[in-house]
């Protein structure tokens, strides 16, 4: 077979999977028939399947668990950079249900860096939170979030696998006004990897923001380690001249 006839017949295996995953024929979760059954199905050679299968791979919509074993991701979520909203809103906007569970949780000095970037002395006190969010039970990100203690000093008591910090936010009379935010791609440290649920090495999205409020304060500082296989980020722009 030729290679520009095996390049044609690889597209149309991929785009006939593409269309059953996304017509929901293939459901999220759930594992595809193996290389060969679906060799025989589409009546062509297991290295055309095997390679269909890897451009779904890195598109995202399929991943691999073992040699033989292929699990459908189904659609990434979608999050917008244009909006100030937080993990939880964004997943309640796509009927997904959110969760959270904390990793660590604790008070300390804001130092050089962060007591400029929140305009306190060093030796002022902040609080570091890192957490996992889930979507339907699935990892999508792996947050670190700074927070000056005279914002919310309460913070500490506060049960933030029930409460957004979001929510916490306006308890305290604090509203969101604007952000300053990148978007990069890293590798995690082995223990972020093995908490995203990810091999070690592979890359994730690294989405930062510094948050102010109407009163031009900096009231957070976000590090969000987003896995690629679940999640995508937009922006839209525009000509206004």
Do not use: W
Request: charged content about 25%; hydrophobic content about 35%; some cysteine.
């Amino acid at each position: 077979m030729k290679t520009a006839c095996k390049r044609m017949i690889t597209q149309q295996v991929s785009e006939i999977l593409r269309i059953e995953i996304e017509d929901g024929d293939l459901y999220p979760g759930t594992k595809i028939p193996t290389d060969t059954e679906l060799a025989e199905m589409f009546g062509v050679q297991k290295q055309i399947v095997r390679t269909a299968i890897e451009v779904l791979v890195k598109e995202g919509l399929l991943k691999y668990i073992s040699d033989k074993e292929v699990y459908v991701l189904g659609h990434k979520i979608e999050r917008n950079m244009e909006k100030l909203e937080g993990f939880t809103q964004t997943m309640v906007d796509r009927n997904m249900k959110p969760s959270f569970r904390i990793v660590s949780k604790y008070l300390r000095m804001a130092g050089n860096l962060y007591g400029n970037m929140f305009g306190i002395k060093p030796e002022e006190p902040i609080f570091y939170i890192k957490r996992m969010c889930y979507a339907d039970g699935d990892s999508i990100s792996l947050e670190e979030l700074y927070i000056p203690h005279y914002l919310i000093p309460k913070m500490e008591g506060i049960d933030l696998s029930v409460f957004s910090v979001y929510e916490v936010y306006e308890m305290y009379g604090i509203h969101l006004a604007e952000a300053e935010q990148t978007l990069d791609l890293v590798r995690p440290s082995l223990n972020d990897a093995k908490l995203l649920g990810i091999d070690a090495g592979t890359p994730v999205m690294l989405f930062q923001s510094l948050t102010y409020d109407t009163d031009g304060r900096a009231i957070e500082f976000n590090r969000n380690y987003v896995r690629g296989d679940k999640c995508n980020f937009n922006v839209q722009f525009s000509d206004k001249r």
